[in-house]
């Protein structure tokens, strides 16, 4: 169990450092042998140079990292960089070069694709992002992944790419589609709402361990839809975590006995009603 | 003399509000340790004698100190906020139709005509939370200085100040605090246009594309805490512009009304960002690049860091899901070792503080704000707070801020 961040500062990228030198250099190492875990944080200017100035390399070493499992590209905070901001790319390549790979994190949806999506190992797909474009929707739809057991999805707003409506949205909550799904989040967004009414007696629920609907603008309208159903209450976990719920709410959900996160309660904006959710601060 | 080496039968002045929590607190540890009560001479006092003259606020302070031995005689400035008539009279006092002493100003040759007159002053209605002059306000805060530096230079010539007037102009005022601790090679966060005055929002892009800067925090010059604070970026090739800010806007009769926001607003409207980034230039702005902080567990920190006499004591680290950490806007608080910083990036965060306080040679106390970057973890000295040491339910060998300063 080895794992490696590489991440360039402000500093080192001004003084020349590169991500494809980190990566080349880290193949030529012994440790790359047992690396599972690698995590790429900044790449140095992120918000207009796209992975693709180190994707090369990451492919190119494909066998000098044979136990590598998890990938995380762009692990980088609001301190680093906007997440709207970061530019992404065609990631699908680097799934292609490594067969064997489980877990995979994305940051940053600006630029993203997926195209032909195909993994016969891959169980956990995460993309944290300020909005989803439906491009990338779409292709997660289509995606052929028969091992996945995480399913993971920032929405996000308009603002900041999404361009989906809930219709786009649904046919995550049909079974059949990922056969070993057992978590499926579909959050930070602003219609969570129309996603939890949608959610709440969804076939899919039978399947699922978790349902992850977090981070979005969730009141008290789709958060009584869940707690009226049947299937959610044989989850086995519930996130509501940061939510526009009322105190009430916040009761009755704690007099289920169910095992449901109601952290982080926000207040609506005094002024006009509005709510946002939370990866668009 | 160094605070530590006052004698216990030393005599404190205490000017400050009446009954707030800083008031209390310096009393309660000078009581623990058998020191008489400091006497207290408020602001209002003061700007009310400011009114008829130098000699009233000499008679003033005489009165209430009328046996005061000026040997060991130490005199303490505490925060002139949170008191809606001291602000009035201070933004009166400022006015540019009245006649002042700004020696003490730092940079008055950058200070504009902005504001209104006395008279307007003297019926300025007080809301809580709206931001009112600051330019103003400050000028009149240091005219209000200046004429209590040169009473006590007559009454008690020996006296010492625990933060000399002088210096708290400078620390309160963030772009020559940071000019200063440039000047004395301390690490500090780049200065946009290396500091030089920036005239409006057109002035500001044309400084980011001069000195590739995508993301700066802007600061309101004299304001205290986290009021007029934006954290501004603008994506290069896209143009796309977001502040994260204190600042809240109201619309009231055609009038657009500035206000401390307790929570943090957003705003990324092109026009509002002008106008907001206009108004902190009218008033005086401090722009610094946007150094990414160290973080834990999602949250961005930085130290604030108290020096005593010289040496660092008590610290705490200010936790944010935002890009603004300061306390009053119910961010989290954790112990400095919690924080996952290793002992000796602690303790070179303290080396810069006090390092930071060595600019000061006539202050001995302030809570010195220590940004850590994220990675290199180096320290850089983001602010200086004359007024810094109220810091609840942190302790350093057992006691509290007050009780450690006046402990003999």
């Known amino acids: 169990m080895a794992e490696i961040r590489l991440t360039i500062d402000y500093d080192s990228y001004e003084s020349g450092q590169r991500m494809d030198n980190l990566i080349n250099e880290l193949a030529q190492k012994p440790e790359s042998g047992t690396l599972t875990a690698l995590t790429i944080g900044d790449w140095g200017e992120a918000y207009q140079n796209s992975p693709d100035t180190f994707l090369d390399a990451l492919i190119r070493n494909k066998d000098s990292f044979p136990q590598l499992r998890k990938l995380f590209i762009g692990d980088m905070s609001f301190e680093d960089c906007e997440v709207s901001w970061i530019v992404q790319s065609d990631l699908t390549p680097v799934l292609q070069a490594f067969p064997k790979l489980q877990s995979f994190i994305i940051k940053g949806s600006t ?6 999506l195909e993994h016969d190992a891959l169980e956990e797909l995460v993309i944290i992002c300020g909005g989803l474009p439906l491009e990338v929707v779409e292709q997660i739809r289509s995606a052929r992944l028969p091992e996945l057991k995480k399913l993971e999805l920032y929405l996000g707003v308009e603002d900041y790419g999404f361009d989906g409506k809930l219709e786009d949205i649904l046919p995550f909550l049909e079974q059949g589609r990922f056969p070993k799904l057992t978590y499926l989040g579909l959050k930070d967004s602003d219609i969570q709402d129309e996603i939890a009414k949608a959610a709440a007696n969804a076939p899919i629920l039978d399947q699922l361990h978790i349902l992850d609907l977090s981070l979005g603008t969730l009141s008290d309208e789709g958060a009584e839809a869940l707690i009226n159903s049947e299937r959610v209450r044989k989850l086995a ?12 709410m916040i009761q009755r959900w704690k007099a289920t006995g169910m095992n449901v996160n109601v952290d982080d309660q926000r207040a609506s904006d005094d002024e006009d009603d509005w709510r946002y959710p939370a990866l668009t601060e | 003399m160094k605070q530590g080496e006052q004698s216990r039968a030393a005599t404190m002045l205490l000017i400050g509000n009446p009954g707030n929590r800083r008031t209390l607190g310096l ?18 006092e003061l700007l009310q004698a400011a009114e008829a003259g130098g000699e009233a606020i000499s008679r003033l302070l005489a009165s209430r100190l009328p046996q005061a031995e000026d040997q060991g005689l130490l005199i303490r400035l505490d925060a002139p906020g949170e008191q809606a008539d001291v602000e009035r009279s201070l933004i009166g006092l400022g006015a540019h139709d009245r006649e002042g002493d700004d020696s003490l100003l730092p940079l008055s040759a950058a ?15 007080q809301e809580k939370g709206r931001i009112t002059y600051p330019g103003q306000w400050f000028r009149g805060y240091c005219r209000l200085l200046a004429m209590i530096s040169r009473e006590v230079i007559r009454l008690w010539p020996k006296a010492v100040w625990v933060n000399a007037p002088e210096e708290v102009a400078v620390m309160f005022d963030k772009r020559a605090c940071q000019q200063r601790l440039g000047a004395c090679g301390i690490d500090i966060p780049r200065r ?16 980011m594309e001069q000195d590739r800067m995508n993301r700066l925090f802007l600061k309101l010059a004299t304001g205290s805490g986290a009021s007029g604070v934006i954290a501004y970026q603008r994506h290069p090739l896209t143009g796309a512009e977001k502040a994260v800010t204190t600042i809240g806007i109201e619309q009231r009769d055609g009038m657009q009304i500035l206000y401390n926001s307790g929570r943090l607003k957003q705003y990324a409207d092109h026009a509002t960002i002008r106008g907001l980034v206009d108004w902190l230039c009218g008033e005086g702005v401090h722009m610094e690049e946007w150094i990414p902080k160290a973080g834990i567990a999602g949250f961005s920190f930085d130290i604030r860091q108290l020096v005593v006499a010289g040496r660092a004591c008590h610290r705490i680290a200010r936790l944010s899901r935002s890009p ?8 989290r608080r954790l112990a400095v070792e919690q924080t996952g910083l290793s002992t000796q990036h602690i303790e070179r965060a303290a080396l810069a503080a006090e390092a930071a306080m060595a600019a000061f040679p006539g202050s001995s106390v302030a809570g010195v704000d220590v940004l850590v970057r994220s990675g290199s973890r180096l320290p850089y000295i983001i602010d200086v707070n004359p007024f810094g040491d109220l810091l609840y339910g942190v302790l350093h060998e057992e006691l509290n801020p007050y009780e450690w300063q006046m402990k003999p």
């Open chain 1, 111 to 116: 630029g993203l694709a997926l195209p032909d």
């Open chain 1, 237 to 248: 976990y519930l996130d509501l975590n940061y939510h526009y719920m009322s105190d009430e």
């Open chain 2, 27 to 44: 009393q309660e540890a000078r009581s623990r340790w058998g020191l008489k009560p400091a006497v207290l001479v408020t602001y209002l």
């Open chain 2, 111 to 125: 200070a504009r005509r902005t504001g209104i007159s006395a008279a307007e002053a003297a019926l300025l209605p």
């Open chain 2, 192 to 207: 946009l246009a290396s500091g030089s005055a920036i005239s409006c929002y057109e002035h500001m892009i044309r400084e």
């Open chain 2, 324 to 331: 603004i950490t300061n306390l009053h806007l119910r961010n």
